[in-house]
């Protein structure tokens, strides 16, 4: 079974801090993304990563940065959190491959409160 | 604009009666895949099916059924003799050819509340 984490269910931050989510996957999986879900919004793609140290903006990235050292690491950054990023963010992995769409496995998410 | 359009934004039904989710995609690529996944309330989405464009068969996998049609851009999932393990919002996604970006667009999901 794909096996995707993240390295906090709940976190609580200040206005204006640094904060880091982490995502590992342990199915060696090429391509790793982060969406943030909100309610009514569904989910929306903030940034992938396609390869180590490869990343592409997804719809949403303002705020954001990503970094990928590692193929089974990919961590999200809030450089100065606000509190309009208050959300719930997943993380997922699939294979590589351009022939066809892999289907993506999900964390089980990190719900962020920015106060 | 909405690829993926899931209009029902709450059922709620009694065990053991039926229940239909609806999904209405948008696309103008003649090769797409669509997808459901379902999100209990722990948080984490689920994958329970993929099916590509050429592929318009209806699939049956135990009390959960999907009904492909083309024609009206539909992609409607039913669960059958619905139990309380089945409340949990489901979304619909859609991804648009094998591409680079590896996009899923997701519908805002139906929260489906399952009454004992």
């Known amino acids: 079974d794909v096996k995707v984490t993240q390295s906090s269910r709940y976190l609580v931050k200040r206005t204006g801090e640094k904060v880091f989510l982490e995502c590992v996957q342990d199915m060696d999986h090429e391509n790793m993304f982060w969406y943030r879900q909100d309610p009514g919004l569904g989910l929306r793609l903030i940034y992938f990563?396609?390869?180590?140290?490869?990343?592409e903006k997804g719809d949403i990235p303002e705020g954001y940065s990503v970094s990928r050292e590692k193929k089974e690491r990919f961590s999200l950054i809030l450089e100065s959190a606000s509190t309009n990023q208050t959300s719930m963010y997943l993380c997922?992995?699939?294979?590589?491959?351009?022939?066809?769409?892999?289907?993506?496995?999900f964390g089980p998410g990190t719900r962020l409160l920015v106060l | 604009a909405q690829k993926v359009t899931q209009a029902q934004t709450e059922i709620s039904v009694v065990e053991k009666e039926d229940v239909t989710l609806d999904c209405v995609y948008e696309t103008r690529d003649t090769t797409y895949y669509l997808f459901w996944y379902k999100q209990p309330p722990s948080g984490e989405l689920v994958f329970l099916i993929r099916r590509n464009s050429f592929d318009e068969q209806n699939e049956i996998s135990g009390r959960y059924s999907w009904n492909f049609q083309k024609s009206t851009s539909s992609f409607n999932f039913t669960i059958t003799a619905s139990q309380v393990v089945d409340s949990a919002v489901y979304f619909c996604a859609l991804s648009e050819a094998p591409r680079s970006d590896y996009k899923l667009s997701f519908g805002a999901g139906t929260t489906v509340t399952v009454r004992a």
């Open positions: 990563s396609y390869d180590v140290k490869m990343k």
């Open positions: 997922a992995s699939s294979k590589g491959g351009r022939e066809v769409q892999e289907t993506q496995y």
